[in-house]
């Protein structure tokens, strides 16, 4: 059973660099079935896409995040990553990370496992 | 960038039927999805490509689409089912590629 286990620090400074590492077991981060991606939820509000990496370093980000996203991958580790810059208050939220079933195209996609998430505080 | 609408919020008896519904332009072209977030939990896939069930999601759960509007439909609601219900589809515009959510739709068991 694929399984994702977030982890970072649950307190960031504003101005600094929020880091969030995604921990994969029961399938190899290699594989073509999924892409690999993050998601957030302010407290009491909806979900927000971040952005998605697939394939060892190709990527796709929200436009609204974009100038401020970087995602990885660390194959050795089974591990990808997220980095917000500059972050402020508004960021705060839970940061999810999920495996997106990649399907035959990108209509397809949608996020078929879920980590348990992680709460992020920006103060 | 493309929207995705929901109800804020659908309430229904025990028993009854709940329909959620979730509009957007693109959604004919697009493949519709549907997860349940309970409190302090992570979503879960309830519904894929407009109409399909996940194995091990209640048979009550169903999902169907017409023109610009997709709909979870969750007969005989139980109690269990109140929850946070999101829609999802995924668009390219021009050279960006993402994944959208709606608003969400808070359902209440009275």
């Known amino acids: 059973q694929l399984q994702l286990q977030e982890s970072g620090p649950g307190l960031v400074k504003p101005s600094e660099t929020l880091s969030l590492t995604c921990t994969v077991s029961?399938?190899?981060?290699?594989?073509?079935?999924?892409?690999w991606g993050w998601i957030r939820q302010p407290p009491g509000k909806g979900l927000e896409w971040i952005g998605i990496?697939?394939?060892?370093?190709?990527?796709y980000y929200n436009p609204s995040l974009k100038s401020r996203v970087t995602m990885s991958v660390d194959t050795s580790k089974n591990q990808f990553s997220l980095k917000l810059t500059s972050v402020t208050a508004a960021d705060t939220a839970v940061f999810y990370c999920a495996a997106h079933w990649r399907g035959g195209n990108w209509n397809d996609v949608h996020l078929k496992y879920w980590g348990q998430g992680t709460l992020v505080t920006v103060s | 960038s493309y929207e995705l609408i929901q109800p804020p919020s659908v309430s229904v008896s025990p028993g009854q039927t709940a329909r959620i519904t979730c509009s957007g332009d693109?959604?004919?072209?697009?493949?519709g999805y549907w997860y349940q977030q309970k409190p302090g939990q992570a979503p879960v896939l309830v519904i894929y490509k407009d109409t399909e069930r996940p194995s091990g999601i209640p048979e009550r759960f169903s999902g169907s689409s017409a023109g610009t509007t997709v709909t979870l439909t969750i007969s005989g609601v139980q109690a269990e089912d109140e929850a946070d219900y999101y829609c999802q589809s995924a668009d390219t515009s021009g050279s960006y590629s993402y994944v959208v959510f709606g608003g969400g739709t808070k359902l209440t068991v009275l």
């Open positions: 990496i697939y394939d060892s370093g190709n990527t």
């Open positions: 029961g399938v190899s981060i290699r594989s073509s079935t999924y892409y």
């Open positions: 693109a959604l004919p072209k697009r493949g």
